[in-house]
């Protein structure tokens, strides 16, 4: 039961741990996509991209990608564009760590929200591989022998020796009067 139980726990970890580690596809904006009715700092708070993920902006006509610098990003500045793309459905591969930034290049859409900033960690191969499987082990073993142990063994030599010792000097006094009663006669 308890090897089964760690068993599980032990898989489960296995599999969180393998999950960030596989690249992922962020669909920019989910749903909704690469539109101005989106607020993409909300869709992004939460979100841990790291080196190998891709973001996929998927967009109407009338709509552009253009990668930009961090100052034409907070002032949304359009025709400096790094790379830009029109085609509807653009993919971004995130092959190094450090921050991105994407507007909208249409006059006024990137002011209307169309600008994301992502921020790129590198990714994490050894460092969460490495710590689940010693975390798992003292969580595992750790609670399973003291809930199993501590009432079995400290509960039933504690009431007993409760329960005994009451009985041992009574039985005690009782010899004791027996023998001094029949000494005495
Ligand atoms: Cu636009």
Same mark, same amino acid.
């Given at each position: 039961m308890a090897s089964s139980v760690a068993g599980i726990v032990c898989l489960i970890l296995l599999l969180c741990s393998a999950i960030p580690s596989l690249a992922t596809v962020y669909t920019v904006g989910d749903s909704t996509g690469w539109a101005m009715s989106v607020d993409y700092s909300t869709w992004t708070s939460g979100k841990t991209f790291v080196v190998g993920d891709t973001l996929a902006f998927n967009y109407g006509s009338g709509h552009t990608v253009d990668e930009v610098s961090a100052s034409d990003y907070s002032t949304c500045t359009v025709g400096n564009a790094i790379t830009s793309d029109s085609s509807g459905s653009t993919t971004i591969p995130l092959?190094?760590?450090?921050?991105?930034?994407?507007?909208?290049g249409v006059m006024g859409?990137?002011?209307s929200g169309m600008k994301l900033a992502v921020t790129?960690?590198?990714?994490? *191969? *050894?460092?969460?591989?490495?710590t689940p499987p010693s975390s798992a082990g003292t969580?595992?073993?750790?609670?399973?022998?003291t809930t199993?142990?501590?009432p079995s063994s400290s509960v039933p030599a504690s009431s007993s020796s409760v329960t005994l010792s009451p009985f041992v000097v009574v039985l005690i006094s009782f010899c004791v009067a027996l023998f001094n009663f029949v000494k005495g006669t």
């Open positions: 092959k190094a760590a450090g921050k991105r930034y994407f507007i909208c859409h990137c002011g790129v960690s590198a990714a994490p *191969t *050894t460092t969460p591989s490495g969580t595992t073993s750790r609670p399973t022998p199993v142990t501590t």
